[in-house]
């Protein structure tokens, strides 16, 4: 299988088709494990299959969030196969390779065994950045996320070392193979008692915005989109598995949170807002900082930070002067910016040829509000002492919160809904002329 040429997958026999499948799977396994959404990876298993040769109405898959299953049948034979997703993270990078590996091998009608070995170097492969250097993007990005909350320089620098300490925990319990609902608590608990504990050493006062901020990092921002992006697309059971997986990381953050405030004391944080206050000099340098730092959590390949975090620049001083300058609500303001973002990254992609995922989700993450969602948590922790009053300001807060979240995933996703489909015709189309091409040469 090196060097011969790909054939119809009706004069394959049954090893050499079987061994197509699996090619495909591995293409599958890959994207789902690194955090692609089921459109994806629907599209990049499609794209093998018309190079493998495997007519598209001859193949029935099915995908969730632990599993896909793919069954090839010529009204002669029929085989199945399916695959588990042993781990879920988010690997930017990979997505992008397996991206590129699917159209340089379409392109260039690369035979079988040169396409698995590629697939397990993508797999293999070293992060593009050291470890010291993603545990300090995950801070910073959380120091520019309290920044842009509406804390002030030294709150992100104290929200930074919070989130330094809590990214530490965080990788010390998965790396003992922790449950990893457990390993967000512990995390959310470490990061959230370090930004207490750090201003009182110091002799300050409690830093509010530094408590909110520093789990930031841990906020599933992926596996929420990626749900709203299977539902959207019609994947009602892979979404619905994302969201509840997201729901449980919540959770399990939210438990360790709790835990580290009732041992702190922690009592008012009415004072608490996130409407833009600072300078559009100060919300840039922190936007940039946020969506860099981000992006490098998720193993964003270099040559891209310098575009996400113009991107991050551009989001926020879209929501920001949408709510300062126009007066309308956070909302709205975070949905533009999303959209904006979107629409934006899908003329980006052709001129640094990369997936669209990797140029709109880090950029939205800063506009997860999370001391709105923190004002909820509060309330429902106090609910014996707070007043009514209080108890509705808190689920009002909440309300607008998880609003804000919702307009978030809809704007980045409008890609999806409005223009995704016809990319995909043009995909189709250019992918019928390289077939057409190669069989005239048959």
Known sequence: METERIQNAARDDNKTLNYKMKIMLDIGQTLMENGADCARIVREMGRAAAHLRIPAKQIQSHITYTTIMLCVSDGERSFTQFRKSVRHGVNLAVIAAVSKLTWRSLRGNTSMNPIE???????????????????????????GSCKLFGGSWLEALVTTVAALAGFIAHRLSTRNAFNPYACAMITGFVATLCAWVIPHTLGLETMWYALVACTIFLMPGFPSVNAASDMLNRFITSGMTRAMDTMLIIGGMTFGIAFAILIAG???????HIRPSDTYLNQAIAAALAAGGFSVMFNTPKKLLAVVAVEGIVTMLIRNVVMIEFGMSQAIGSFIAAAVVGIAALKIIHIVHTPNTLLIIPPVIPLVPCVLLYRLLFAILHIQTISVEELLEALRFGVDGITIILAIVVGVSIPNIFIQKRMELRQQREINAIIAAREAQE
């Open 117 to 143: 070995r590629a697939i397990a170097r993508i797999r293999e492969r070293p992060l593009c950045y050291p470890d010291w250097m993603i545990a300090l993007g995950a801070a910073v990005g959380s120091g």
């Open 266 to 272: 922690v009592h008012n944080i009415s004072d608490v």
